[in-house]
């Protein structure tokens, strides 16, 4: 059973950092290229990163996201990571790690997400002053 666990999630001052962490279980982690999306209150489901299974790994990034955000990935512990700086309150959503090919992030990127697919429970990023 694929299963995606998100922590990390916090409140944060606009201008702050978060880093958020994603374990994966039930599927060989080195092998997919995962993504990181986000949905916040009253907004549509927004695809914010990928990064692909291929060493070195090529990593993409929306542009509302991009020079602020690193997504990041570590096999050995099957964990993905999204390293997020100079945190803006737009940023404020329920943020979910998900497992998109590379195909369906580009999809993603223009809304159109795949009827199955996987993404964890999500974790809450709330930033405000």
């Known amino acids: 059973e694929v299963q995606l666990v998100e922590s990390g999630g916090d409140l944060v001052q606009p201008g702050g950092s978060l880093k958020l962490s994603c374990e994966a279980s039930?599927?060989?982690?080195?092998?997919?290229?995962m993504a990181w999306v986000r949905q916040g209150p009253a907004k549509e489901l927004e695809w914010v990163s990928s990064i692909s299974s291929r060493s070195p790994p090529t990593t993409y990034y929306a542009d509302s996201v991009k020079g602020r955000f690193t997504i990041a990935r570590d096999d050995a512990r099957s964990t993905l990571y999204l390293q997020m700086n100079n945190l803006k309150t737009d940023d404020t959503a329920v943020y979910y790690c998900?497992?998109?090919?590379?195909?369906?992030?580009?999809?993603?990127?223009?809304?159109?997400?795949?009827?199955?697919?996987?993404r964890g429970q999500g974790t809450q990023v709330t930033v405000s002053s």
């Open positions: 039930g599927f060989v982690f080195s092998t997919y290229d």
């Open positions: 998900a497992r998109l090919t590379l195909v369906q992030a580009l999809n993603a990127r223009a809304g159109v997400f795949p009827e199955q697919w996987y």
